[in-house]
């Protein structure tokens, strides 16, 4: 498992302290290790074994059907739209897409968003609305305090996230207990500690469903607990919501915990992502909300916000965003899309029963429950870094290194070879 | 609970002078307004355009069952970043043969100004020296120094560029900004048909600031936002980027897309990157992966999709290059028709600049208080330094706007 803020070995190719040389410019600039997905891909890639599986996807096979239909005629209708004017966009991006993302996460009749206190920027997907919103942090939270840190992820957790803070300038990067691998669940009670622990102004980023890359989500009842400490320790929450509906099928309780905080007047920062959930990986779809508590914030935020984001990207693509807003302000387009996700999300209910059937059937050492209590497109099969070495080595079968895999590249053809292939790699001794 | 806000004394951020000229401008309700602020190209019916290109390879791509729609590699669609550098250095540049030269997708021009002021930040001039100097032109792009200073530089400054009394470029200032300077300081050139004062160096001035700046062993930072609006070729409007990578400079070139294709909100732009060598190249990359990693991760694919399918296909290409010409040529005819009305008026002062600019903006001369006086009594929207957007001008308005720039110029001291 891959820890918080760990740093890649880095290379040193070759090293000059000599500004002067003659030689290069970027002398100074060394290798670092690829990413761990572009080695892992790489590996895939050149592997020639036939029944080879990667598992370790972003899982767009899952939307070829809601793509060929919905998506298309709506970028058709789009390109041939006379109305439709090249020019820059806003950098807060397009209007309709931000208030139906907002509506998105904080529920239409939520009260923040009626006492116009919300700022909405649109960002060119995930990772910008993450790196927009620690700019945000950086530069004005708190700005009597000059604030710079310390911000707690989760243990595990995305192994990019670290380096999007520090990249805002956050240097100070924590973790907090999460993920119980004896349990292998949430564990609550050292979480609450860990949290209760952190100094006053910590910032606490949180998946509100979905949580990549265990797929351990927390009840209702624990978000409660958590929030009350939140509140009475004075920290700042910052969600992260990637594939809202794609955990339950259902947009409102894979936001609950927005929703919740929201609620009860807290502030708090939400990174969302469009791109998993509407299949549209490649158009990089994002949105960025901040709730306030006084509505007499938002002019200042939103100029802020605007300055931030000249400096970055000046404005956000439209193209994708432009197809999300079309389908959340279409009844008929949003039934088709619901449909689509509830039946992606059963499909990957499915797989991680059978999953969980296969491996008892074989007998295979442990409890598999885990399979089936977490939801989403991302399972934490749970085993260590010499079982996914085994799998990958030598049954061909790729899994991200955080052992985390994606459910919907798993189908009626490879799944007994998988789970054959998880069987052997729990009870081989190594 | 604390009712106190974390962002309580958060305070307004000045606006964005550009944007904030166009929504006065679309608040006004003068029957004949004129916009001549933000630079975005307009036909001669005042409307914002397609190419004709670009809407034939949307289509193509729309219709195409082939292309999928995952995630673009980290550093961009492969075919656009090759073929846009290509267009900056030309098909038979050495330094691409020489396998020295990469690029990177970015978010428009800013997003590869941004890639290329985050990666000097970090590596050039010894590790993490952010007190390295910026030149950026005076004036320039008022972006710049907000994605350098943002890019965790301490120290942007301007260099002498304009000569607001001869309303030329103020060469023997620049040279002796480049003379004076510290060794390794970044400057950032513009390409062609600078922005704002249209006002370019000679090639025989080109080359002079070129043997200063390797003498001195200053980076070269290429702004490219306008190949082929200028002059209405790509290659006359290269011919300085191309100069200097003969010469054997190492540079970045943030090139953007969003002109010269017309694909504004497609933020289509390529940070093109000449390295010393193969070897060099390829470090340089694998950390700009890293810095794009931690900013947007991939870039949006429709507007490189577009770009590398035109730029790739011979008939496409020649077409896009009539598109191109069509608007610059557009710009062109205004500058003569503007000059030519103002002579005819007899407006005081000499008028030569005006077709002796180049590219999207003329830097007309007028001072403040004149150009109040067109916005407010004339409700012709230019920017506080006399910046006009030629394409906002066309046949229905120029009259107007001559008349109105006479007036400034005759009654406002």
Redesign the interface.
């Known amino acids: 498992m891959s820890g918080p803020g760990s740093s890649p070995n880095e290379k040193v190719?070759?090293q000059n302290?000599d500004?002067?040389d003659p030689?290069?410019?970027?002398?100074?600039?060394?290798?670092?290790a690829?990413?761990p997905e572009t080695r892992l891909l790489s590996a895939f890639k050149n592997d020639t074994h036939t029944r080879k599986a990667y598992l370790a996807g972003?899982g767009?096979s899952a939307?070829k059907t809601f793509?060929?239909r919905l998506v298309?005629k709506i970028?058709?209708q789009r390109?041939t739209d006379p109305t439709?004017?090249?020019?820059?966009?806003?950098?807060l991006g397009l209007t309709e897409f931000t208030r139906r993302a907002t509506e998105v996460a904080l529920g239409k009749s939520s009260r923040a968003i009626m006492e116009d206190r919300v700022l909405g920027v649109q960002?060119?997907?995930?990772?910008?609305a993450v790196?927009l919103g620690a700019e945000l942090l950086r530069h004005?939270?708190?700005?009597?305090a000059v604030w710079s840190g310390p911000v707690y992820l989760s243990s595990p957790c995305d192994d990019?996230l670290a380096?999007?803070f520090?990249?805002a300038g956050i240097q100070d990067i924590r973790d907090y207990y999460y993920w119980d691998d004896t349990q292998r669940n949430v564990c609550l009670e050292k979480l609450l500690e860990d949290l209760s622990k952190a100094p006053q102004?910590s910032v606490v980023v949180l998946s509100a469903s979905a949580h990549y890359p265990t797929g351990a989500d927390l009840s209702q009842n624990q978000w409660a607990v958590i929030a009350n400490v939140i509140?009475r320790r004075?920290l700042?929450p910052f969600f992260l919501l990637p594939p809202q509906a794609l955990c339950y099928g259902d947009l409102e309780r894979g936001s609950w915990p927005v929703h919740y905080c929201a609620s009860?007047?807290?502030?708090l920062l939400c990174a969302q992502s469009f791109?998993h959930c509407f299949?549209?990986?490649?158009?990089?779809v994002g949105h960025l909300l901040c709730v306030?508590?006084?509505n007499s914030?938002l002019?200042?935020?939103e100029?802020?916000a605007?300055?931030?984001v000249?400096?970055?990207?000046?404005?956000?693509?439209?193209?994708?965003a432009h197809v999300v807003a079309t389908v959340l302000s279409n009844p008929g387009h949003l039934i088709e899309w619901k449909e689509e996700v509830k039946c992606i999300v059963e499909r990957c209910m499915l797989i991680r029963e059978l999953l969980r059937e296969r491996l008892r059937l074989l007998g295979t050492p442990g409890c598999w429950d885990h399979l089936t209590q977490q939801g989403g497109l991302y399972c934490f099969i749970g085993l260590n870094g010499e079982q996914l070495e085994f799998l990958s080595k030598k049954r061909h079968v790729y899994l991200f290194t955080s052992g985390c895999l994606n459910v919907s590249a798993i189908n009626s053809r490879n799944l007994d070879y998988i789970v054959e292939s998880i069987h052997l790699a729990v009870t081989t001794s190594f | 609970?604390?009712?106190?806000?974390?962002?309580?004394?958060?305070?307004?951020?000045?606006?964005?002078a550009v944007?904030k000229l166009s929504q006065d401008f679309n608040n006004d309700q003068f029957p004949n307004k004129v916009n001549l602020g933000?630079g975005?190209y307009r036909t001669d019916e005042g409307?914002?355009?397609?190419l004709p290109v670009?809407?034939k390879v949307?289509?193509v791509i729309?219709?195409d069952?082939s292309l999928?729609?995952?995630?673009?590699p980290?550093l961009g669609l492969p075919d656009f970043r090759s073929s846009a550098s290509k267009i900056a250095l030309g098909d038979d540049s050495p330094a691409i043969q020489e396998n020295r030269v990469g690029a990177v997708q970015?978010?428009?021009g800013?997003?590869a100004l941004?890639m290329g002021a985050?990666?000097l930040s970090r590596?050039?001039?010894?590790?993490k020296n952010t007190k390295t100097p910026v030149y950026v032109s005076a004036p320039t792009w008022e972006?710049h120094n907000?994605?350098f200073?943002?890019?965790g530089f301490e120290d942007v400054r301007p260099y002498k560029y304009w000569d607001a009394e001869k309303r030329g470029l103020d060469f023997a200032g620049f040279l002796g900004d480049l003379e004076s300077c510290p060794e390794?300081s970044v400057f950032v050139l513009h390409a062609c048909a600078h922005n704002p004062t249209g006002t370019d160096p000679t090639q025989e001035q080109w080359m002079q600031i070129a043997e200063v700046m390797m003498r001195r062993?200053l980076?070269v930072f290429f702004d490219s936002a306008y190949q082929g609006f200028a002059s209405g070729n790509l290659d006359k409007d290269a011919w300085a980027v191309r100069y200097f990578v003969s010469l054997g400079f190492?540079m970045f070139c943030a090139q953007s897309f969003?002109k010269n294709f017309?694909?504004?909100?497609?933020?289509v732009g390529n940070l093109t990157i000449v390295?010393?060598?193969a070897?060099?190249l390829?470090?340089?990359l694998?950390?700009m992966?890293?810095?794009v990693?931690?900013?947007?991760?991939?870039?949006?694919?429709?507007?490189a999709r577009i770009v590398a399918i035109t730029l790739n296909s011979p008939e496409l290409f020649t077409e896009w290059k009539d598109n191109v010409k069509t608007m610059a040529g557009r710009v062109l005819l205004m500058r003569a028709q503007l000059k030519t009305k103002l002579q005819a008026l007899g407006t005081p002062g000499t008028w030569d600049h005006i077709t002796e600019q180049i590219g999207m903006f003329s830097f007309t001369g007028l001072n403040p208080n004149q150009v109040e006086y067109m916005v407010k009594e004339r409700h012709i929207y230019l920017m506080a330094s006399g910046r006009i957007n030629m394409c906002g001008l066309n046949s229905k308005n120029i009259e107007y706007v001559a008349e109105s720039i006479h007036e400034a110029v005759t009654k406002v001291q």
């Open positions: 190719v070759k302290e500004p002067g030689f290069s410019e970027f002398t100074n600039a060394h290798v670092p690829g990413s972003r767009k939307w793509e060929l298309r970028k058709q390109s439709s004017r090249p020019e820059y966009p806003s950098s960002t060119p997907g995930f990772t910008a790196r004005w939270y708190d700005v009597c990019s380096g999007i520090q990249a102004q509140m004075r700042f009860q007047g807290m502030e791109s299949g549209l990986y490649g158009e990089a306030l508590k006084q914030l002019f200042s935020m100029s802020q605007v300055k931030i000249r400096s970055l990207w000046a404005q956000p693509s439209v193209g994708g | 609970m604390s009712a106190m806000s974390v962002f309580f004394e958060v305070p307004q951020a000045a606006p964005v944007f933000v975005a409307q914002p355009w397609v670009v809407k949307e289509k729309v219709h069952d999928n729609h995952e995630y673009l980290i970015c978010l428009g800013t997003g941004k985050e990666f590596f050039y001039n010894r590790n972006n907000a994605v200073a943002n890019a390794h062993k980076f190492e969003s017309g694909l504004y909100n497609e933020r390295a010393h060598d070897d060099n390829k470090r340089v694998s950390q992966e890293k810095i990693r931690t900013t947007w991760s991939n870039p949006p694919s429709q507007g």
